[in-house]
């Protein structure tokens, strides 16, 4: 982590969050919203957060066998945290609907982006919502224009895909 690069416009907000995450520690049975979640059962298994992060590649059949065919929709996959263009179906969105990555939507949307960035998901109270935000790399940014209709249903598939495992959906 301390290997970030400290010009990216997430950096500060990713320290603060690490900071966050180091003074709450991981939440324990004494906390209200984790008294059911046995989060000692999650420290026994094995994450290597140094994975990389490539769209991965999976077939056709594969991804076929977990969307929804039957609904007209505006569709966006995702395969390992990337938007795939292979499979994302967005015909006719342009006039009411930018779908950016975090890092286009800092560029594009600014005043829009950094109005909603790290601001629901409370890093100082919760520290699962700390680490997410001190751990991300990317993320997706959709933006719909004002007083806008939207025509259809939006529906967001996260595939990730593994060369040693089964795929997980």
């Known amino acids: 982590f301390e290997a970030l690069?400290?010009?990216?416009p997430f950096y500060a907000t990713r320290q603060q969050?690490?900071?966050?995450?180091?003074?709450?520690?991981?939440p324990t049975l004494n906390d209200e919203a984790?008294?059911?979640?046995?989060i000692a059962n999650l420290l026994t298994t094995y994450f290597d957060a140094n994975l990389p992060t490539t769209p991965g590649q999976t077939s056709p059949e594969e991804f076929s066998a977990v969307c929804y065919h039957d609904i007209d929709a505006y569709q966006i996959v995702l395969l390992n945290g990337q938007v795939s263009n292979k499979y994302t179906q967005l015909e006719g969105h342009e006039r009411f609907m930018q779908v950016l990555t975090f890092q286009d939507a800092y560029q594009q949307q600014q005043p829009a982006f950094l109005e909603h960035f790290a601001q629901y998901a409370?890093?100082?109270?919760d520290a699962f919502a700390a680490l997410n935000t001190a751990l991300f790399e990317e993320g997706l940014f959709?933006?719909?224009t004002d007083h806008s209709?939207?025509?259809k249903p939006l529906l967001l598939y996260h595939y990730t895909t593994?060369?040693?495992c089964k795929p997980v959906t």
Do not use: W
């Open 5 to 8: 690069d400290s010009t990216l």
């Open 17 to 26: 969050a690490l900071r966050d995450f180091k003074a709450q520690g991981l």
């Open 34 to 38: 984790y008294k059911y979640t046995p």
């Open 122 to 125: 409370p890093s100082k109270t």
């Open 142 to 144: 959709i933006h719909i």
């Open 149 to 151: 209709i939207v025509d």
């Open 162 to 164: 593994s060369g040693t």
